[in-house]
């Protein structure tokens, strides 16, 4: 079978300074007109590949979810998709039509209603008038907007230009279908429904491309998945493969000597390492046994009754466990300086496996640490245990932490 998409040694490079950028620029749009040659491959002062080497292939009915922290190059991977700019080396193939939905609101006119609006970026898609008319109502009943579709859009929110944006695009009968993070300012309900939509459409042979930080929709959507980082594809193949690798690579960062990332701007607390063992330092992890949980802590102000919660999640995204201090009747008073914080599971209960970790420290309900992942913990099977996969319990002894380099205990 022939790729719908194929990409093949894509690189992109930008400039960072506006004035140098124009300059370049200009210079860039001159060589042209006049038709001189320029070294794309070359790097000018202060530029920087956006995207270096990049390539794939994606086939009809796959849906290629691409994903990497902010500024990777995602959406500069798909503008070059879209046909926005080109690249400066390598090709791009693509076989039918193209759909995008790369920005809230592009190819709307503010000025226009939403019903002029639909005629007007189903025109952009390639839609003929007699194809937006035969599926309008289809359009409007999928975005939800029947009250409002004869208002101008410039009174729109920037969820309903979404739903707008998206069910035109996605009833334009696209053979390749490009969103980037559009549905992140979609309600829950729509993007359950764009997400179904999605399904269909890879049935009837559409190739989907989107970017998201969101997991649900990467794992209810996508075939699979590339990882990208500063520019270059580091992997492409299954979608808990490519959560396992995007995971390690930020905690590998961590590992290098950047703190934990801290979700919370201004928290007066952090913690600085979390270690997993059995029963002494450096035993590994095992079902049905005891486990032990240590924290390095820095901080920042003296914190009172503070809650310590950490999130177990396995590699296909479900939430397996939650252990919470105030379960167990336990707060905490922190004094300033580095302090560890030492907690016993009597009997794990996870099944085997790899579990990435989430969690922090809470004060009536105000964050005041919390990262999506403090680290990830194998677990490995005992000779004796069998369990069935599912939510599981564990029991936990939280102690007062202890300072570091002294003996004096925080209470």
Same mark, same amino acid.
């Given at each position: 079978m022939e790729p719908v998409v194929h990409a093949e040694g894509l690189a992109k490079k930008y400039c960072r300074s506006l004035k140098r950028s124009m300059r370049y620029g200009l210079v860039d749009l001159v060589s042209d007109l006049v038709g001189l040659s320029r070294r794309n491959d070359c790097l000018r002062k202060d530029e920087f590949w956006s995207l270096n080497g990049v390539s794939f292939s994606v086939y009809p009915g796959d849906c290629l979810a691409v994903i990497g922290s902010n500024g990777a190059g995602k959406s500069t991977?798909? *503008?070059?998709?879209?046909? +926005?700019f080109p690249p400066d080396r390598g090709a791009v193939r693509i076989a039918g039509r193209v759909?995008?939905?790369? @920005?809230?609101?592009?190819?709307?006119? #503010?000025?226009?209603?939403?019903? &002029?609006?639909?005629?007007?970026?189903?025109?952009?898609?390639?839609?003929?008038? *007699? &194809?937006?008319?035969r599926d309008f109502d289809r359009i409007v009943e999928f975005s939800g907007l029947e009250s409002f579709i004869d208002s101008p859009v410039k009174n729109?929110?920037?969820?309903?230009?979404v739903r707008l944006g998206f069910a035109v695009a996605a009833h334009s009968r696209p053979d390749v279908l490009l969103v980037d993070e559009a549905l992140a300012v979609g309600d829950l309900a729509?993007?359950?429904?764009?997400?179904?939509? +999605?399904? &269909?459409?890879? $049935? $009837?042979?559409?190739?989907?491309?989107?970017?998201?930080?969101n997991e649900m929709q990467l794992r209810s959507a996508a075939s699979s998945c590339l990882l990208i980082d500063q520019g270059e594809a580091l992997f492409h193949g299954g979608v808990s493969e490519a959560l396992f690798e995007y995971h390690s690579l930020r905690l590998s960062s961590a590992s290098k000597g950047d703190?934990? @990332?801290?979700?919370? #701007?201004?928290?007066?607390? *952090?913690?600085?390492?979390? &270690?997993?063992f059995g029963a002494s330092e450096g035993d590994p992890v095992e079902v049905s046994s005891p486990v032990r949980i240590k924290l390095l802590l820095e901080v920042q102000q003296p914190v009172f009754g503070v809650l310590l919660e950490l999130r177990f999640w396995n590699t296909a995204g479900e939430l397996l466990s939650i252990l919470n201090s105030s379960n167990y009747g336990v707060t905490y008073d922190l004094a300033v300086g580095h302090c560890s914080l030492m907690l016993l599971v009597r009997e794990l209960c996870l099944p085997p496996g790899t579990y990435r970790v989430a969690g922090g420290f809470l004060r009536d309900s105000e964050f005041l640490f919390w990262t999506s992942q403090l680290a990830f913990m194998d677990v490995q099977k005992a000779a004796d245990f069998n369990a069935e996969p599912g939510l599981v319990a564990m029991y936990a002894d939280f102690q007062h932490p202890v300072s570091i380099g002294g003996d004096k205990v925080i209470r």
């Open positions: 991977l798909l *503008k070059l998709l879209a046909g +926005i759909s995008s939905l790369i @920005e809230v609101g592009a190819g709307f006119h #503010p000025m226009l209603t939403g019903r &002029e609006n639909v005629y007007i970026n189903g025109a952009i898609l390639g839609m003929s008038q *007699k &194809e937006i008319t729109y929110s920037s969820g309903m230009y729509f993007n359950i429904r764009c997400i179904n939509h +999605i399904a &269909e459409m890879r $049935q $009837q042979g559409t190739a989907v491309l989107f970017v998201t930080h703190a934990i @990332e801290n979700l919370v #701007p201004s928290g007066a607390l *952090k913690v600085s390492a979390i &270690e997993f």
